[in-house]
């Protein structure tokens, strides 16, 4: 269908499953392989095609931290190596702190933007706590 030879196909899933770490579980079914495992899976299927955008929907909504951050920092790795934008919604700011750009959305309106810069993800992760505990304050008219 990608019009691409099964030779030059079999190499670029060789080299994605080599960088997510999953080239051992290429030929188990879902019931066999882990959540985190399932996760770096569809961020394969995501990045097979070499897109320039990835949309991923609370990718790391249903991982234990330690597959959370694993799956992250695969992210981020294939964001410099593929360059392609991932465009992720979140409502956990550590996963947030791996970007580059952080939007707030407040009652369907962006509320704000922060951008990492040169900071570090720790810095820029208190940045984005401190903008969410602004967010979070519920206010009430006298």
Excluded: W
């Amino acid at each position: 269908m990608a019009k691409i030879s099964k030779k030059a196909a079999q190499k670029q899933f060789d080299q994605i499953a080599k960088d997510l770490g999953i080239e051992d579980i290429a030929h188990k079914y879902p019931n066999e392989i882990s959540g985190g495992q399932k996760q770096r899976t569809s961020a394969a299927r995501a990045f097979i095609h070499e897109p320039s955008i990835i949309f991923a929907d609370e990718p790391t909504g249903a991982l234990d931290s330690k597959s959370a951050s694993s799956l992250l920092d695969k992210l981020s790795e294939l964001n410099g190596k593929r360059d392609a934008t991932i465009t992720m919604v979140t409502h956990d700011p550590v996963a947030a702190s791996y970007g580059s750009r952080v939007i707030f959305i407040k009652d369907g309106q962006m509320y704000t933007q922060l951008y990492k810069g040169e900071q570090t993800r720790e810095a820029f992760l208190k940045d984005i706590m401190k903008t969410q505990g602004v967010l979070g304050g519920v206010h009430h008219d006298a």
